[in-house]
């Protein structure tokens, strides 16, 4: 099993930053990449960012995100970050980060089957 606990979250200003952190426990040398999800009220969960652990941390963003948010990872502390700049009310959810193991034939964007009990971002005018 592999732990993953969220913490950063908080209350910002539109036009503010806050830098997300997921910190990864257990069996994390089965984990080939981490991810950011986010779910707001009445929507589905929606991909935020995603990266390899191996393969030169190559990253992935949904479009809404691209230019404002940066996904990295310390590995020798088996964290991972996302800082969000620019903030909108729009960004406003609980943040979930993932993990997974290797899989073949399946997209690094599917296949999360570990999860953090989420942070919340509030993003107000």
């Known amino acids: 099993q592999v732990q993953l606990v969220e913490s950063g979250g908080g209350l910002v200003q539109a036009g503010g930053s806050l830098r997300l952190a997921c910190a990864a426990s257990?069996?994390?040398?089965?984990?080939?990449?981490m991810g950011w999800y986010r779910q707001a009220p009445g929507k589905q969960r929606e991909l935020v960012a995603t990266?390899?652990?191996?393969?030169?941390?190559?990253?992935n963003y949904a479009d809404s995100v691209k230019g404002r948010f940066t996904i990295s990872r310390d590995n020798a502390k088996n964290t991972v970050y996302l800082r969000m700049n620019s903030l909108e009310p729009r960004d406003t959810a609980v943040y979930y980060c993932?993990?997974?193991?290797?899989?073949?034939?399946?997209?690094?964007?599917?296949?999360?089957?570990?999860w953090g009990q989420g942070t919340q971002v509030t993003v107000s005018l």
């Open positions: 993932a993990a997974r193991r290797p899989m073949s034939r399946v997209s690094l964007t599917e296949g999360y089957e570990y």
């Open positions: 257990g069996n994390i040398f089965s984990i080939n990449a």
């Open positions: 990266i390899t652990i191996t393969s030169g941390g190559s990253t």
